[in-house]
């Protein structure tokens, strides 16, 4: 049963610190998305990346966070410094091609406190 | 760039009876339309999704239709039952931005027994 696969699930942290979560994407998928979704309930592109290049991420704060996809099986978002007003669940995506199904990961739970 | 706007954002429904949720999109060129849900706590998981070739798609109690001149697309649920309580979210696929997925901004579903 092919999955995306995100880490950690949840992670609490002090404001300031570097936060790191990861996506395994289902294998043979060319296309990874991040997505944010706080308790307002939307879901807000982050990026994504074809064939791991990144193709937009315009909705990214470029100060605090970065996406980047050292290989086909990982993708990486990370913030830092974190803040309080980062603390949503961030969801990884993939799919095979355009215009397709994206499947997505369960997410990870971040808390900045 | 896409902007899909989805209605209501919230709908409360008697089992049994039908629930409409509607979307409005911005690029005419956007040419795949995916529904998804997302139960409480969990990811989002596609349920259905229509072509621009097509007007109409059913799958068993639900059914979305397509109206290209009026940029707009809708989600039918028949019979509701209490499992289909959640956050439904329209997307839409724009051509031009080889398949970046903007999300409607979502609605949620309470079914009253």
């Known amino acids: 049963d092919a999955r995306v696969t995100q880490t950690p699930r949840h992670k609490v942290t002090e404001m300031g610190q570097e936060v790191t979560m990861r996506c395994q994407p289902i294998?043979?998928?060319?296309?990874v998305f991040w997505y944010r979704q706080t308790m307002m309930q939307g879901l807000e592109l982050l990026a994504y990346?074809?064939?791991?290049?990144?193709?937009?991420d315009s909705g990214m704060p470029k100060d605090r966070f970065s996406a980047e996809m050292p290989d086909a099986t990982l993708a990486t978002l990370k913030i830092q410094p974190s803040e309080p007003r980062d603390s949503a669940v961030y969801f990884c995506?993939?799919?095979?091609?355009?215009?397709?199904?994206?499947?997505f990961g369960q997410g990870t739970r971040l808390t900045v406190v | 760039g896409e902007n899909v706007e989805q209605h209501p954002s919230t709908l409360s429904v008697q089992e049994g009876d039908s629930a409409v949720i509607k979307c409005t999109y911005s690029?005419?060129?956007?040419?795949?339309f995916p529904w998804y849900k997302q139960e409480l706590g969990k990811r989002p998981q596609l349920i259905i999704d229509?072509?621009?070739?097509?007007g109409e798609k059913k799958d068993q109690r639900i059914a979305v239709t397509l109206n290209k001149t009026a940029k707009h697309f809708s989600l039918h649920i028949t019979e509701t039952q209490p499992e289909d309580s959640a956050v439904y979210f329209c997307?839409?696929?724009?051509?031009?931005?080889?398949?970046?997925?903007?999300f409607g901004s979502g609605t949620r579903l309470s079914i009253r027994p």
């Open positions: 229509i072509r621009s070739n097509v």
């Open positions: 997307a839409a696929i724009p051509y031009s931005s080889a398949s970046k997925i903007i």
């Open positions: 995506a993939s799919g095979s091609q355009v215009d397709t199904e994206a499947f």
């Open positions: 690029d005419s060129a956007s040419n795949y």
């Open positions: 294998l043979g998928h060319n296309t």
């Open positions: 990346f074809r064939n791991r290049a990144p193709l937009d």
